[in-house]
């Protein structure tokens, strides 16, 4: 079964810009969406189709997928986007929805 | 606005049938463009995909969850259902139903971009 790999956390100042990957076997083949998930709550849609942001999804959300890595980046890190995060892609073949292990990113 | 809204006992013992239901709220269940999916995060863990459902009854499962999870649809109730036999302590999680875009040919499947605000399953004695 296709596996994304995420590092388990990130920390950055406020007002730097983090950068969080997802390594998965030629991903820059597939479609990737990213997820932000504060606790105790429902994740959310952040970036859909590698790069595209859903509406009222802040600017400084940003996605990039290419080779065997995808990335979000989160410019200008604000205290209000500690929270986890998770790429996920569709797996065509065997038809399997596939979540990343997971990214907690800190604002120190 | 769309909405989700998960229901169901907090509470299975094991080696019986968890059964959950999500309602629609402001939309419907019937269209082209969308499935209705379940994901469960166990405590402390990561998302796991559990399955989708078209609202005609088409259904397609987690490999790891086939033969004991069957998802159907009701176009009456707007609702759409889980039902996963023979569970066990690793069943126990927060279950999230979510809406799915159905994507294009060229680029795959869409992200899940409405979330019902997720119930949680214990399965103990």
């Known amino acids: 079964s296709y596996v994304l790999t995420q590092p388990p956390s990130v920390s950055v100042a406020p007002g730097e810009t983090a950068r969080i990957t997802c390594w998965g076997d030629?991903?820059?083949?597939?479609?990737v969406h990213w997820y932000q998930q504060r606790p105790g709550q429902a994740p959310v849609l952040v970036i859909y189709?590698?790069?595209d942001r859903p509406s009222g999804i802040s600017e400084r959300f940003s996605g990039s997928n290419s080779g065997n890595m995808a990335t979000l980046t989160i410019s200008r890190v604000e205290a209000g986007d500690e929270a986890d995060y998770y790429c996920q892609v569709w797996d065509k073949a065997p038809d399997q929805h596939v979540f990343g292990s997971g990214t907690k990113v800190t604002a120190l | 606005q769309l909405q989700l809204q998960e229901s169901g006992p907090g509470l299975v013992k094991p080696s019986e049938t968890l059964s959950l239901t999500c309602t629609v709220v402001g939309g419907s269940i019937v269209t082209d463009d969308h499935y209705w999916d379940w994901i469960r995060q166990p405590p402390g863990k990561g998302l796991e995909w559990v399955g989708s459902v078209y609202y005609d009854g088409d259904s397609y499962y987690s490999l790891s969850l086939k033969g004991r999870l069957t998802l159907s649809a009701d176009r009456t109730w707007n609702q759409f259902s889980l039902s996963l036999t023979s569970v066990t302590a690793a069943d126990t999680a927060v279950y999230f139903c979510?809406?799915?875009?159905?994507?294009?040919?060229?680029?795959?499947?869409?992200?899940?971009?409405?979330w019902g605000q997720g119930t949680r399953v214990t399965v103990s004695p």
């Open positions: 979510a809406r799915r875009g159905r994507g294009n040919v060229l680029q795959g499947s869409n992200g899940f971009d409405v």
């Open positions: 189709f590698n790069s």
């Open positions: 030629n991903i820059g083949t597939k479609s």
